[in-house]
């Protein structure tokens, strides 16, 4: 319906990206926490992530939390910036954990009363690149029985970064193990343990 109404394609991949990662940004922009609720005008950036958390705050207001390669960075939508006041409402309305969205926006810090300022990128546009069908569970003990975790890694990979530390090790070892032998001129061949007759 969200498709059909703002004649959008149905996952669009935008590449023109100034910042693949989101440690870039932050290397970047980390200045803006020290004057809170800075934004500059002047630069516009594009980058995507994963939403891992969302919060509105009336009609005019929403922040999302996207994560992406184990690096979050908060995105404080504001009517006031966004480009189309009409898709404001809408693209907020439709957004969810789990969904891979796309931010064309000013970098900035947030203002908040009781806490220290966050950096954040101030949407002027928003593109929903990949919707996620369920919902993610919440992380804080939704998602804890060991068994579930098991059976779906791949959710226990999204919601756990320290899981997905875990699997880059163990790849990085397996592939300095694997050079090491085949620079001594080692030959690697599959070799069944069991095999089992007809």
């Known amino acids: 319906e969200y498709a059909e109404r703002w004649n959008v394609k149905i ?3 935008p590449s023109d990206f100034t910042f693949d990662n989101l ?11 020290q004057t809170a609720g800075q934004v500059l005008e002047d630069k516009i ?11 509105r705050c009336g009609k005019k207001l929403a922040f999302y ?8 960075l908060q995105i404080l939508a504001n009517h006031k910036y966004y480009t189309d006041k009409d898709h404001f409402k ?18 900035g810090s947030s ?24 919902e993610l569970p919440c992380n804080e003990g939704g998602f804890s029985d060991i068994g579930l975790r098991y059976q779906k890694r791949y ?12 699997f880059k090790i163990r790849s990085k070892a ?14 690697e061949v599959e070799t069944p343990i069991l095999t089992l007759g007809a």
């Not at 592939?175 to 090491?180: A, D, F, K, N, P």
Request: proline share 6%; hydrophobic share 35%.
């Open 155 to 166: 959710l226990d990979m999204i919601l756990k970064t320290n899981v997905r530390d875990i």
């Open 45 to 55: 950036e594009k980058i995507s992530g994963r939403i891992v958390y969302k919060r």
């Open 90 to 107: 809408d693209i907020n309305g439709v957004l969810k954990r789990g969904d891979v969205v796309y931010i064309e926006g000013h970098p």
């Open 65 to 72: 939390e996207i994560e992406k390669n184990g690096d979050k």
């Open 111 to 134: 203002n908040p009363r009781n806490h220290d300022p966050e950096l954040s990128i101030i949407p002027l546009k928003m593109i929903l690149q990949a919707p996620c069908m369920r």
């Open 174 to 187: 397996i592939q300095t193990l694997r050079e090491y032998l085949i620079n001594l001129d080692f030959l």
């Open 11 to 13: 996952y669009p991949y």
């Open 23 to 33: 440690q870039d940004y932050r290397d970047t922009y980390e200045h803006l926490i």
